[in-house]
């Protein structure tokens, strides 16, 4: 029986669009580099982000980092001391 709500020249329009489309170039708008790294991304992400013990070693390296950095701050503060104290020797 036939639906006389539907013409025949809409579903044979649609028949025809759906028989038209190119399954091949589906996917060839995807570099696959690019989804590789993202996926590799996307995975690590999510271990980083699920495992506490991976968490807690990555925040005590940038903890020891950032005392390094300090630390070197630090060392040049007191060569430009220094340096400030050897111009002012200088002068007198």
Not at 15 to 43: H, R, Y
Not at 69 to 78: H, N, P, T, V
Request: charged share 25%; aromatic share 6%; net charge negative.
């Amino acid at each position: 029986m036939e639906n006389p709500y539907i013409s025949k020249d809409i579903t044979s329009n649609i028949a025809e669009s759906v028989s038209n489309i190119n399954t091949d170039n589906v996917l060839s708008g995807i570099n696959t580099n690019d989804f590789i790294k993202g996926a590799l991304i996307g995975a690590v992400a999510t271990y980083l982000l699920t495992n506490e013990s991976a968490q807690k070693a990555i925040f005590k390296t940038v903890a020891k980092g950032a005392e390094v950095f300090q630390s070197g701050i630090e060392e040049m503060k007191e060569r430009m001391e220094d340096a400030k104290a050897e111009l002012e020797a200088k002068k007198a």
